[in-house]
């Protein structure tokens, strides 16, 4: 079994940076076409992991839409849809959310050690709790995630979720969606937060793809191994 998964990070930001404002709902960055993709990268994937933060502010379904993409799934003995993952600091989770409530698969939520046992009782039932460490420890989670079958996770956000991953130095391959215009709002929810961030000047990602899909564009980024020499770097926690 491999030490942890391969680490595919997808984003949608606008211009300037932003991945939503803060009017109610989500800020439609991408089209139907690119939707389609990401549904596509979604069914090549064994799970699919996001923040608790994103996951009460956006609701996500975090589901394989495309019936052909379930039934394919579904002849190579693999549930229609990847399991889902999230990470969470203080485990206050609605178990009523669509993040439990759709798509028959296990649920998986990995809590910061304190917030464990509370997040068991609250999410009894609709999820498995794991208590991952305080603070929590993303090479053990990634760890536990590989243990459990897990070859190929999908990184969907938020901020504080890009930012781990990006400044601990676990993502092989970025997808970068550029919407056409900004947002312009300081408040508003960036695509990474301050950080010493693996991929400096001295480690550029490798650009693999450069793709126009309808009004935006995706950049695909691969991930050059790190330079044996070069310590982790700190990480930012989902404090939400």
């Given at each position: 079994?491999?030490?942890?998964p ?18 109610s709902g ?11 993709r ?8 064994d799970?699919?992991l996001v923040?608790?933060?994103t996951v009460?502010a956006?609701?996500p ?10 039934a394919a799934?579904?002849?190579r003995g693999?549930p229609e849809?990847p399991?889902?993952v ?11 959310r669509?993040f439990?409530?759709l798509g ?8 910061r050690g304190p917030a464990?046992p509370?997040a068991r009782?609250r ?6 709790v794991?208590?991952?460490?305080d ?8 760890a ?13 956000g938020?901020?504080a979720?890009h930012?781990?991953?990006?400044t601990a130095g676990l993502?092989?391959?970025l ?8 947002v312009?709002?300081p ?6 937060g ?5 991929y400096g000047?001295q480690?550029r990602?490798r650009l693999?793809?450069?793709?126009p899909?309808?009004d935006?564009?995706l950049?695909r ?6 330079a044996?020499d ?5 990480a930012?926690q989902d404090a939400r």
């Amino acid at each position: 079994m491999a030490e942890r998964p391969y680490v595919l990070l997808s984003a949608a930001m606008s211009i300037d940076g932003f991945i939503d404002d803060r009017a109610s709902g989500p800020l439609a960055l991408s089209n139907a076409a690119d939707f389609d993709r990401v549904d596509e990268v979604r069914a090549g994937c064994d799970a699919i992991l996001v923040g608790a933060g994103t996951v009460r502010a956006d609701d996500p379904r975090l589901v394989v839409r495309s019936p052909e993409r379930r039934a394919a799934r579904a002849r190579r003995g693999l549930p229609e849809t990847p399991r889902k993952v999230t990470l969470t600091a203080g485990g206050d989770l609605d178990p009523g959310r669509r993040f439990f409530t759709l798509g028959d698969v296990e649920k998986l939520v990995y809590a910061r050690g304190p917030a464990a046992p509370a997040a068991r009782e609250r999410l009894a039932g609709v999820a498995t709790v794991v208590d991952a460490g305080d603070p929590i420890d993303l090479p053990g989670v990634l760890a536990d995630l590989a243990g459990r079958g897990v070859g190929r996770l999908m990184v969907e956000g938020g901020t504080a979720v890009h930012t781990l991953f990006l400044t601990a130095g676990l993502v092989d391959e970025l997808h970068l969606v550029v919407a056409p215009f900004f947002v312009g709002d300081p408040a508003a929810p960036r695509f990474v937060g301050a950080g010493a961030f693996r991929y400096g000047p001295q480690d550029r990602l490798r650009l693999a793809e450069a793709r126009p899909i309808g009004d935006v564009v995706l950049l695909r980024y691969l991930v050059p191994p790190a330079a044996p020499d070069r310590p982790a770097a700190g990480a930012a926690q989902d404090a939400r």
